[in-house]
């Protein structure tokens, strides 16, 4: 109580001293336009102001705003136990992307509204209802948190002429922003590992991302995910069966929910996408995409089904798959658990050929898909599937004034030999400092007391079982490694 009312006091002063500009401005903004201050915080308004308090009064800030600060909702730490898992989730990711041949790039978080919006289309969820869109204050950008890396690796591809005189595949990971309703699996900040293939039309590389996927279940040893599958024609097919639809549901409109209604004449296919029970059997009678197929396109999804049946990959065909987001045609797939409740789909993606050519570049079919990383490792941990976690070769204790710098010195030395050293920090008796030893899960502690340096020497401790010895220094990390 006592600090919240000295926290609103200090507030108080500071927001009058900035009214009477006391304190200076400091910092050119982009393009020498003034810092709006808008939607910043009092603490953000404050420069550096070395008059105002003997400390910066950023930290004065810090110190008197006592108000818990949180993250924001949906948008997780991850702390350093579950990290380790990540790490490992990871390392097996990109030696299996590597495997295929796909290379990595990276994208920023921030990209202009208007690409998500011609990417993805306006009527979708995404752009109509879960972008984190704001207008930069300093000069009026309309921008964007990335909701999904395709439309962002297109268009780095496009502005760095990638399909110049190859085809690509490439891959990215990384945080993802949608304002969503947080629940398990579904966060505001999630991330995804995307992988695209752009430039290839056949439906070799089709087929050969879904064997990709399956065999990365085996590698992480996910099992039960079911494969749906289904195709969207091209556009062609997909205006006649708009326009079926349309009719159909025209004919019917009392039976239509308030979403679907609104996306009657916007989105008529994402009718077929709707969860609620009350239209499903108006659903199942809608005209079928199916039947308005191309021999083309027929000719595109039988060819990758019968690759995944030679590879021994079951899928299910589901007419129903349509995927949230505008830019798909052919072929659409999704990876389902029934294991993570509503949330169950880890991995979705398919072809889009259109996508390149609506976002300024050269007509080029692409295929990509995206995993959810949050959800695959909840499947993972579901499963009690155990990863090799880090281990610490060496803990060095050391005690004495000579000891200090020498204990430095032994372990830069056995990091120059390729070991995991942590040098104790801090101080503590030789008791305390080897019980941090054993906590660190490390194999060895090296003790080294002032004897140990004028002897040139240290004490060797295994930790894990065996005799304490004394080691010349220069014999250490030969010794440590054998
Ligand atoms: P959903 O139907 O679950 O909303 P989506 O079709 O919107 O998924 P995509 O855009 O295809 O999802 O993203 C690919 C994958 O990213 C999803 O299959 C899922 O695993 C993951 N994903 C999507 N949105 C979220 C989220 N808000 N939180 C966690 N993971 C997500
Ligand atoms: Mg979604």
Redo the contacts with the bound molecule.
């Keep these: 109580m006592r600090v919240n009312l000295l926290c609103h006091a200090a507030r108080a002063i500071i927001r009058a001293l900035v009214k009477l500009r006391v304190i200076a401005h400091g910092g050119e903004s982009e393009q020498g336009e003034e810092r709006s201050g808008k939607g910043s915080g009092i603490c953000h308004a404050l420069p550096a102001s070395p008059f105002f308090l003997p400390e910066s009064p950023q930290l004065f800030c810090l110190k008197m705003s006592t108000e818990s600060l949180q993250a924001v909702r ?1 948008m997780n730490d991850i702390l350093p136990e579950e990290a380790e898992r990540w790490l490992w989730f990871e390392s097996v990711v990109r030696e299996w992307l590597h495997s295929y041949g796909y290379r990595n790039i990276r994208m920023p978080l921030v990209e202009p509204t208007a690409l998500f919006k011609r990417a993805i289309g306006e009527v979708t ?2 752009v109509e209802k ?1 972008m984190y869109s704001f207008e930069d204050a300093l000069n009026g950008d309309q921008l964007t948190l990335r ?2 890396g395709t439309a962002s690796c297109v268009r780095a591809v496009l502005q760095h002429n990638l399909l110049y005189n190859a085809p690509q595949r490439l891959y990215y990971s990384g945080q ?1 922003f ?1 304002h ?1 309703r947080p629940q398990k ?4 900040q ?3 590992v995307g992988v695209e293939a752009l430039g290839f039309a056949g439906p070799d590389i089709d087929a050969e991302q879904i064997l990709m996927c399956a065999r990365l279940w085996k590698l992480l040893g996910i099992r039960d995910v079911a494969l749906q599958l289904n195709t969207l024609g091209d556009s062609a097919s997909r205006m006649q069966h708009r326009v079926k639809l349309i009719a159909y549901f025209e004919q019917h409109t009392a039976l239509l929910d308030a979403e679907a209604t609104r996306r009657l004449y916007t989105n008529p296919l994402r009718i077929l996408d709707s969860k609620n029970p009350a239209m499903q059997e108006l659903i199942a009678g809608a005209p079928k995409l199916m039947d308005e197929l191309d021999s083309d396109a027929i000719a595109h999804f039988a060819a990758v089904q019968q690759t995944l049946t030679e590879h021994g990959i079951a899928f299910e065909i589901n007419p129903r798959l349509v ?3 505008d830019y798909y045609n052919r072929t659409v797939f ?2 389902v658990t029934t294991r993570l409740g ?8 398919g072809r889009y050929d259109g996508l390149i050519e609506q976002i300024g570049g050269k007509p080029a079919p692409a295929t990509g ?8 490792l909840a499947l993972l941990q579901d499963d009690g599937v155990d990863f090799p976690r880090e281990t610490m070769d060496v803990y060095v204790v050391h005690q004495g004034a000579l000891a200090a710098p020498f204990a430095h010195q032994i372990a830069e030395q056995l990091r120059d030999a390729n070991l995991r050293v942590v040098l104790h920090c801090g101080g503590g008796s030789f008791k305390s400092q080897m019980k941090k030893a054993d906590a660190s899960g490390a194999n060895f502690a090296v003790v080294i007391g002032d004897d140990e340096v004028q002897a040139n020497q240290v004490t060797v401790k295994p930790l894990r079982g065996g005799e304490q010895l004394r080691v010349a220094r220069e014999a250490l990390a030969g010794m440590m490694r054998a």
């Design positions: 949906g969820d995404i879960e909701p999904e993802m949608r969503e699996g579904r966060y505001r999630f991330h995804q995927r949230g987001l999704e990876w509503a949330q169950g789909t880890i991995c979705a993606g898909f995206a995993m959810g990383v949050e959800r695959l």
